[in-house]
């Protein structure tokens, strides 16, 4: 079993930026897979970065390449996601995952964290 629990959400303005941290416990978080997924109010929730377990292979929305980078510090058993240039269509909770492959099928994700909101006001 492992737990998520992500961090580094709020209220910015459109051109700033955020990292998010998503740590994990229970289990060591190398062996997992990583992906950040987000919600938007009355949207379904959509995939934005994974990483394999090394961190050595990334992939990305298209809404959001060269803009966000997603890595991780198995030592600190954390996935980051460093998001830059914010616009104001990046508001959303945001939701970091674990499984076995690094995929945008959030439906192959084993286990979810709560969420970090994550506000751009224009």
């Known amino acids: 079993q492992v737990q998520l629990v992500e961090s580094g959400g709020g209220l910015v303005q459109a051109g700033d930026s955020l990292r998010l941290s998503c740590a994990a416990s229970?289990?060591?978080?190398?062996?997992?897979?990583m992906g950040w997924f987000r919600q938007a109010p009355g949207k379904e929730r959509e995939f934005v970065a994974a990483?394999?377990?090394?961190?050595?292979?990334?992939y990305y929305a298209d809404s959001v390449k060269g803009r966000f980078t997603i890595s991780r510090d198995n030592a600190k058993n954390t996935v980051y996601l460093q998001m830059n240039s914010l616009k104001p269509e990046d508001t959303a909770v945001y939701y970091c995952?674990?499984?076995?492959?690094?995929?945008?099928?959030?439906?192959?994700?084993?286990?979810w964290g709560q969420g970090t909101q994550v506000t751009v006001s224009s």
């Open positions: 995952a674990a499984g076995r492959i690094a995929t945008m099928k959030a439906q192959l994700y084993d286990y």
């Open positions: 990483i394999n377990w090394s961190g050595r292979n990334t």
């Open positions: 229970g289990r060591t978080l190398s062996s997992y897979a």
